[in-house]
């Protein structure tokens, strides 16, 4: 018992530690998170007020500040909480001879670092898109994913509202996705994470950017707008599910681009009964709300 907790402790003041040491600038500039999470939202944010795709829309969006703790909360202060359960689990594997390398089924270790790199991110974008149709198709995890949908004005800043829960389905799958690909070291795995980030951003931003005959591979505002729209085809529990790449919408047939205003009533049906604030958001989920509970 007391390697376990040894374990969370020294995972959770880890990740502490990293994240304190990122703030001072005491890491790698290229590894840095926390100001390359800002750098890349003052890009996308000023790319926004000088491009707007819906003019009408404020700077100060609805619920930016709101959406702007989501960010920070969901990127670092739950990674870092979350941090020690995992080291748990792992020494769990580790101790009931489970080596995680076993679980590799293909060999990255002779390929170039580029290969390596590009493999990487389509299998976890791959991994993504698929736990993202589940979060729409099962109702319970659908109850979660509501915090994300409850965005109702579009920013760079709504890429990272979601309900803590979302970081417990998504990180063990992409975890499998990373220990699948035997012979990759992830040292290097920052790369993708910041493209990530960017394409995040700006699929959730207030400008029009469709990326030209690249749009069937790179997911994009107009396309995730509708992913995010009030009034989805009938029969349908969602579109657009892309995270960064977009072919896995193509590929599986839930792409959906009706037309490219921009002016889309967003959210989902009775979004009026939702909670508006942090907290209230945080708990809906567990419990059904009182639209459930009169029927």
Do not use: C
Request: charged share 15%; no cysteine; glycine share 6%.
């Amino acid at each position: 018992m007391t390697k376990y907790l040894d374990a969370f402790i020294n995972a959770f003041s880890g990740s502490l530690s990293w994240t304190w040491k990122s703030i001072v600038f005491d890491v790698p500039w290229y590894t840095n998170y926390f100001w390359g999470l800002l750098l890349i939202s003052l890009v996308v944010w000023s790319l926004e007020i000088l491009f707007p795709w819906r003019k009408n829309q404020s700077i100060f969006r609805k619920d930016f500040w709101l959406d702007f703790f989501y960010m920070f909360f969901n990127f670092f202060v739950f990674s870092i909480i979350i941090s020690g359960f995992y080291k748990v689990l792992e020494l769990l594997f580790s101790s009931n001879g489970i080596p995680i390398k076993s679980l590799a089924i293909v060999d990255l270790s002779k390929l170039h670092m580029a290969w390596q790199l590009l493999i990487f991110f389509i299998v976890l974008d791959f991994v993504q898109w698929f736990t993202h149709v589940m979060l729409h198709k099962f109702p319970a995890l659908w109850n979660f994913h509501k915090v994300h949908h409850s965005v109702k004005e579009m920013g760079f800043a709504a890429h990272l509202r979601y309900h803590w829960m979302e970081n417990i389905l998504y990180k063990p799958l992409k975890t499998f996705g990373v220990l699948i690909l035997g012979g990759f070291e992830p040292e290097q795995a920052y790369i993708v994470h910041f493209f990530a980030i960017t394409i995040g951003h700006f699929n959730h931003s207030n400008i029009k950017i469709t990326w030209g005959p690249f749009r069937y591979i790179f997911n994009n505002p107009v396309m995730h707008l509708y992913h995010h729209a009030y009034t989805i085809p009938e029969g349908s529990y969602g579109v657009n599910f892309g995270i960064s790449l977009s072919l896995w919408d193509y590929i599986f047939k839930t792409n959906y681009i009706p037309e490219e205003s921009g002016n889309v009533r967003l959210g989902f049906e009775g979004d009026e009964h939702f909670p508006k604030g942090f907290v209230k958001q945080n708990l809906y989920g567990f419990t059904k709300d009182k639209e459930e509970q009169k029927e």
